[in-house]
């Protein structure tokens, strides 16, 4: 059996899943009387991948929002295409490689893995066809009546074709390398992702028609800038006009673009595996130069010849091939959003100074330590500044004479040069013990990963890369300070990245606290991270793999057998079918429940007789709903809030190290409920799931949004934190 088809086999028959969670699953599944499918015949779950693709219809639909500043918009086109892209490198290339390895599986919704693609080429078409249309349509000439203007090499005058031959020239032409496809030249290796330009070229002498490939150099602008300023030339148009000098002599017959995507879902045996960063090196390079094709994106005008030539090459079927009428690649929109156009993007937020996090009376930062000992602090991004609070929180620790130790764990990051990562370096030369769990594994940040790993390990800080067969995804740090005579612990637990980046634009929260037992629990956890322990429990925390989806169902059942039961659940996901059951027996026991769920939600809600008592709504907006919040109980019996790293899904409850924190201060714990009272007042950008798996947008009411509001709330207890998020 090869390598791809063993992953496979083992992706659809959940072998990753320890038995024991899956003899619960299908034991909760009976003992909950949970059908198969509803009455009407209607499957009792939602499609994981076409749920997916649904959430990216509600980020398209931003960028359809006509009162949206335009190059908002553009990002919404720019994001719903990079999406497109990590979900056919991940998930359509895992279903096409149970399907070649000849799985026979079914989803949890009862679709086999060709059913499936099937679905996905369906909706992704259209999807596409909406975004192309969109753009040409609306998008690009409204940006060209505000002064930004895409155009082709035809819509210049001579003069200013000469200079763009000028700057082809210099600029372009010496990194384009030509390749030709003839007996003596095999078909060229395509890369991921990338844009390239099929040429046919006719040589007049022998008079024969070839055919060559030129790639679209990454290195350089997606559009090049005429000296106006205001037009725009996309970079493969640029190449197409200059082709003549690419092939002297030689006469072009025809050109157009195509993309590929390949599978980049790295195939990794850990266990066999010495050094965990050599080998993922080493897989890195191997994935790039064998990874099967998954996808080819082409022009309508592209002739029958070149495209059954390109899939004949690619080993491809007339199936996954994708005709876009338009742009090639919307991604290449991020570049027009950087532009200094501030009246054509939203108002810039730079984040609020957290109210207790403020700075001192000379403008300097705070004492950290001093604040916590106070009592635990809640820290909410972007509304509050992660410069201010988390990343002034370590970098303070760096230099304080005190602190003994800093561990952290490291998911995604902006890299050695970022805040952070100098506070660590600094740190571990000041010689204090210096502890990062780096995830090798993090998806797409792979090669990053490895190299600030390798900053921090030149720097003397001890690095390790977690649990073999586990990405730890916790996001968390531990700071051990001598105070007189005894160590105490400062911690902070949160839900998003130690990323000052996406923390402007990703919803999280993060726990900042001295509290001793919950750092005893954090010392223990970095125990059983970078040394050996069998431990199975903790006080305080509540961690995957080893226990919290025991937790989160006993909770859910908690609620369930309770006369007044509650569950507010915000996450990104909800797919595992173990705790889709319990909602469900939740709700029919008359348990009222409510789900945000930003991404995927494969529960249906709203079924008679199954989930009358479930609703489910989406927040799409300006920033990326990220917090994962979980709150159980009644005001009358008492509410119980989790904050942490974990969705609802069988990769967060079985394959990853995540952590969920109680939050037991009662102003916090008022906090949260205020935030989640707002997600459910939310007429603006809230979507609602249907039983029928369709999203309809909520109508404006009140005029709640989310994002509007929560800025507003911290402004009134803070002020602006001028460093910004």
């Not at 790295?266 to 790039?288: F, K, N, V, Y």
Request: proline share 6%.
């Amino acid at each position: 059996m090869t390598r791809a088809s063993t992953r496979a086999s083992r992706a659809a028959t959940g072998a990753s899943r320890s038995p024991a969670a899956n003899g619960r699953r299908a034991a909760g599944a009976r003992a909950n009387g949970i059908a198969a499918s509803t009455k009407d015949g209607a499957p009792g779950y939602i499609n994981r991948e076409l749920s997916w693709l649904e959430f990216n219809s509600r980020v398209l639909a931003l960028a359809e929002d006509t009162a949206a500043p335009l190059l908002e918009r553009a990002k919404f086109l720019a994001i719903v295409s990079q999406n497109l892209d990590e979900f056919f490198q991940v998930r359509v290339a895992g279903l096409k490689e149970q399907v070649g390895a000849g799985v026979a599986t079914t989803a949890p919704d009862g679709l086999s893995a060709p059913e499936q693609l099937r679905g996905i080429r369906d909706r992704v078409r259209g999807l596409v066809e909406r975004q192309v249309r969109l753009f040409e349509d609306d998008v690009a000439p409204r940006l060209r009546e505000a002064g930004i203007s895409i155009i082709g090499p035809d819509a210049l005058d001579e003069e200013e074709a000469a200079w763009l031959l000028k700057l082809f020239k210099e600029r372009i032409f010496p990194v384009l390398t030509p390749l030709a496809v003839d007996p003596a030249h095999p078909f060229p290796y395509i890369s991921n992702l990338s844009l390239n330009l099929a040429v046919q070229v006719r040589d007049p002498v022998r008079r024969r028609t070839r055919f060559a490939r030129v790639k679209v150099p990454p290195i350089l602008p997606r559009f090049f800038v005429m000296p106006d300023g205001a037009r725009f030339i996309p970079l493969e148009q640029v190449i197409a006009t200059h082709l003549d000098t690419l092939f002297p002599g030689m006469r072009v017959v025809a050109h157009h673009p195509f993309r590929v995507t390949r599978n980049a879902d790295l195939d990794l045996e850990e266990d066999e595996a010495d050094d965990l960063l050599a080998a993922i090196e080493t897989e890195l390079r191997r994935s790039r130069r064998f990874a099967d094709v998954v996808r080819l994106e082409v022009d309508p005008g592209m002739s029958d010849e070149v495209r059954s030539l390109l899939t004949r090459e690619l080993e491809l079927e007339d199936d996954d091939v994708y005709v876009c009428d338009g742009l090639l690649d919307h991604g290449g929109l991020w570049d027009l959003h950087r532009l200094e156009r501030p009246d054509l993007k939203d108002p810039a937020w730079p984040g609020a100074a957290q109210a207790r996090l403020a700075p001192g009376p000379a403008g300097g930062p705070p004492n950290y330590f001093r604040v916590l000992r106070e009592g635990d602090v809640l820290v909410h991004h972007p509304y509050e500044s992660f410069a201010t609070s988390v990343e002034g929180f370590i970098e303070q620790a760096s230099r304080d004479a005190d602190v003994l130790a800093i561990k952290q764990t490291l998911y995604r990051t902006s890299g050695p040069e970022g805040g952070i990562m100098r506070a660590l370096i600094r740190a571990a030369e000041r010689g204090k013990q210096v502890v990062a769990l780096v995830e090798l594994k993090a998806r797409f940040d792979e090669r990053a990963n490895i190299a600030w790993a390798r900053a921090l390990e030149e720097a003397g800080v001890h690095v390790v890369y977690g649990l073999v067969g586990l990405k730890t995804h916790a996001k968390t740090t531990l700071v051990l300070r001598r105070e007189q005579g005894a160590i105490k612990h400062y911690v902070h637990i949160g839900t998003g990245n130690y990323n000052p980046v996406t923390a402007t634009v990703y919803e999280d929260i993060g726990l900042m606290s001295t509290d001793p037992v919950l750092g005893s629990d954090l010392a223990e956890l970095f125990n059983y991270l970078t040394g050996y322990s069998r431990q199975r429990s903790w006080r305080r925390l509540v961690v995957a793999p080893v226990g919290l989806r025991v937790a989160i169902l006993e909770l859910i059942e908690r609620e369930a057998s309770a006369p007044d039961g509650r569950v507010i659940m915000k996450m990104n996901s909800l797919v595992d079918e173990e705790v889709i059951n319990a909602l469900y027996a939740a709700s029919q026991a008359g348990c009222e429940v409510d789900l945000v769920t930003r991404g995927i939600c494969c529960l249906r809600p709203g079924v008679p007789g199954r989930s009358e008592n479930i609703r489910v709504r989406s927040i799409v907006g300006r920033y990326l709903e990220h917090s994962r919040i979980y709150r159980f109980g009644s005001e009358a019996r008492g509410v119980d809030y989790y904050v942490g790293s974990a969705d609802m899904m069988p990769r967060n409850l079985d394959r990853r190290v995540e952590v969920l924190v109680p939050v037991v201060d009662h102003a916090l714990k008022e906090r949260l409920g205020s935030i989640l009272e707002t997600n459910l007042q939310d007429d603006t950008l809230a979507w609602t799931l249907n039983p029928d798996a369709t999203w309809t947008k909520v109508p404006t009411v009140e005029g709640v949004n989310t994002h509007l509001r929560l800025q507003a709330d911290v402004m009134q207890e803070s002020q602006p934190a001028g460093t910004g998020a």
